[in-house]
């Protein structure tokens, strides 16, 4: 029997009184939660066009796994308006108070505010509703923007919070929402419609989230009686050389001619970019640890899948920025929930979910993508088939290992690392088309320019790209000359490195802090330091190196940048004593910025943008 808990959301329309946007929400909640359904961790239950009898029927049959309830359409102080007649709001909180494993109640119709004493009275956790009518879009938004936090992981607080947050970004800062502990007096005026109340005898509930245990897909790769780790990697290497012929001799024997494991191996680490290459090197490490099928591969392995969606994600979302400022498209509130993630929802951040949704709107505007290939992605993940499989596969196997211990997971760990490593490399076979990117690094650009000449811009440039047993910077940072400028102390993403006048910039998401120093155009910095955005801590912003696994480089804080750290000064030297000696002599001129500042900035930038 399925035990799953239970969403049941509620649309109820009226033809005398119709409500445009009803079907828009429905479709959207449905959009943002069914993905928990697939994974296995809820059940999604759906009305459209609900009846009381079709309510008291889904009442019954689901009473002992209901978690949330959500009602949208025609209500007021006693009533909510279904299909055909109307539920009284009294009788419809006995029944609700009887359900012992619900959350929270979600009211989404005008003035459903009178209605929160009987539900509260009935034992209801939490409710939240409305004293005053609301605007269609508005409906629409604010529940949206909850469920989309939800979905992510936040507590029923901070969802609250987000969507409150969303609503003032959109509507101004008279729309405001609060907290309400049974019994306390409840503003009723139109500038405050939304309230999160709550039980006084429940008040621990602000704190839930969804669940994230996953039961058991279904979903398994092949039989293969044959597999040794790294199997399913060379799988990879066969599709790079399907989008670049030219890797396929590199990895032949000079001697016999044939294919070698070793060299395809290596191929991999070297023709993804550094984010994707650098974890795949740590998975084929020869390490003990890590060459097993132990608790160290596996998480390994979802690292390796957490940084490539990452990567993906975020080139995305780099477009959608430069598109937003071009052409102000409608940019739906949850695209920025990378702007709230603390430490634990960061752990369970969807990034392909959020990857897809972004190519899907690009396509929906009509805006050619600066990946080609993204399309092919969004196409096979919406045919849910393989790719689709091993998408579900992967995120419920981190769950899992959320949940579970070592010890407990000790008796399966062969078939995880297994599985898991053939969907791995089934994500990793869609990516494969990155071997004709370039991910550069611009440390610095000069200008030359002589008397009556065009003048030329050297870029000090390098490729990002991992080798087996180097993650030095690479020998080749050298000027190169072209006749338009890129974007300097920047990591691009370029289609040609030998013209990367065409190029998709992915700051503030992705930095190189060498790139942050002084002098970082000489062969001063000896160790690549890329780091990728983690979360935010206040006004702050945290970033992660990419040489780590995602599971320990939280540990290790020489590998973490916050914008709340002191400057890079990597290669200042004496210099620095000399220019801070000449301060004085130049106390009327402005400080140059921090580059730490100018990350903040553009994030700042980047919220202010997408709230348009």
Known sequence: MNERPVILLNFANQQDAHLDLLKEESSRLNDILSLAHDQGSIELYREENVNVAQLIKALNRFKERIIVFHYAGHADGSSLHFDGGT?????????LGQLPNLKFVFLNGCSTQAQVDYLLEKGVKAVIATAVAIEDNKALLFSETFYSALANRSTIDSAFQFAVGGSRTNFGDSVKGRIFIQGEEFDRSATMPWGLFLNKEARAVLDWSLPTYVTDTGITPPANPDYTV???MLDVFDEMCHYDPKLKPLAEDSFSGESDDRLSLALIIEHF???IGVQVRLLLSKESAIDELSMERLEQLLSTYVYTTQFLYYIALSQLWDEKRKSNITVRPYLMDLLHHDARTYQHFDYLKHFISIVQLLEQENKALFVEEFGDMRRAFEEKKEFYDAYLYLESLRAKIRQQTPE???AELPQLCADGEYFLSTILIKAAFLVNYDLLTIRDIRVISYRYQDPKFDHY???????VND????KALQARSYKDYANNASVILSRNMQDPKDFLNLSPFIIDKNAFGEGMTEDRA???QLFTYAYREGEDFRYFSTVYSIYRVHERPKDQLTTASEQPRAARGGRDRRRRSSRNRRRNEEEPQSPLDILKELFSLFEEDFSR
């Open 273 to 275: 970019p550094w984010p």
């Open 526 to 528: 000896t160790e690549q």
């Open 87 to 95: 539920a009284q709001a009294l009788g419809l909180a006995e029944l």
């Open 230 to 232: 790294n199997t399913y």
């Open 471 to 474: 993650l030095a910077v690479s």
């Open 461 to 467: 440039i390098a490729r990002l790209n991992a080798k």
């Open 408 to 410: 407990q997971l000790a």
